[in-house]
C-alpha cells in the first residue's frame, strides 16, 4: 500500500545552518505531495506542496522538489531560524485521493540560537 | 473565520465510558476528516465525509462513530473508550487539495 518514510529527528541546529529532511513516498500512480509544519501546542498547517514530477514547492525560505524518479520530496531551507523549531511532516495523498492523506512519522526540528 | 475548531483541548476518560469529540468549521467546506496522532506514527485517517449525510472510514475507524448532519458539524464519537484510544486528536476540513486542521484534542483514556 502507500506509504511514506522521513527521517528521523530529532534534528538539532544552530540558527541559520542548513536545513535536509529526507521524505520519500510509496504510492501507485503520480500522488501530489505535500509538507505540513506543526508548531508546538497547534494543528498542523500546509506549509508547501507540489502536484507533479518536477514541480517545486516553496513558502518561507522553505523548499521542495517533486523526485518522479527517486519518489522523493525532501524539505530544505538554507538558513533556519528559532522560530523555525516545530515538527515536519510529510504527505501523499496517494491511491485515496485528497481525502486521504498519508503521512509519515513526523521530523521534529529543534534550532538553538 | 474562525478555522476549524475543536473542543475540548483537553480529556480524560476511565475505561468504558463513552464521550464525543466536537469539531465545527465556518468555511463551507463539504470534505472533513479525523485523524489520530501517535507517537512515531504520524497521523492516520479515522473516518471522513464528503458532505452532509455522507461518511465513510478512513485507515483506523474501529471504536469511532461519526455523523454529519451539516456541512459545518463533524463530531467523533467513542462510544466505549479504552486505553489505546489515548492520542491527540485533529478534525480537518479540506478545500481544494489542502487540508485545514484544528488544534487538536488531547484524550486520556485510564
Known amino acids: 500500500g502507500d506509504s511514506v518514510t522521513q527521517m528521523e529527528g530529532p534534528v538539532t541546529l544552530s540558527e541559520e545552518a542548513f536545513l535536509t529532511i529526507n521524505c520519500t513516498y510509496t504510492?501507485?500512480?503520480?500522488?501530489?505531495l505535500f509538507w505540513y509544519v506543526q508548531y508546538p501546542g497547534e494543528g498542523l498547517q500546509l506549509l508547501l506542496k507540489a502536484t507533479k514530477a518536477d514541480d517545486k514547492g516553496s513558502n518561507k525560505g522553505f523548499e521542495a522538489t517533486y523526485r518522479k524518479e527517486t519518489t522523493s520530496f525532501h524539505l530544505e531551507k538554507g538558513s533556519v531560524q528559532v522560530s523555525d523549531s516545530a515538527v515536519y511532516f510529510c504527505a501523499i495523498d496517494g491511491s485515496g485521493g485528497y481525502n486521504k492523506l498519508i503521512f509519515g512519522a513526523g521530523t521534529r526540528l529543534a534550532v538553538h540560537p | 473565520n474562525a478555522g476549524v475548531t475543536q473542543t475540548p483541548k483537553f480529556q480524560v476518560l476511565k475505561t468504558g465510558q463513552s464521550m464525543t469529540l466536537q469539531c465545527a468549521q465556518d468555511m463551507n467546506h463539504e470534505y472533513m476528516s479525523w485523524y489520530r496522532q501517535d507517537p512515531g506514527m504520524g497521523l492516520r485517517l479515522i473516518h471522513y465525509?464528503?458532505?452532509?449525510?455522507?461518511?465513510d472510514q478512513g485507515e483506523v475507524p474501529n471504536g469511532y462513530n461519526v455523523s454529519r448532519s451539516t456541512t459545518e458539524d463533524f463530531p467523533l464519537r467513542l462510544l466505549s473508550a479504552a486505553p489505546s484510544q489515548t492520542s491527540v486528536y485533529f478534525c480537518?476540513?479540506?478545500?481544494?487539495?489542502?487540508?485545514?486542521f484544528g488544534p487538536g484534542t488531547r484524550l486520556t483514556v485510564l
Open positions: 465525509s464528503v458532505g452532509a449525510g455522507i461518511t
Open positions: 480537518a476540513s479540506r478545500q481544494k487539495n489542502e487540508q485545514f
Open positions: 504510492a501507485t500512480g503520480y500522488p501530489s
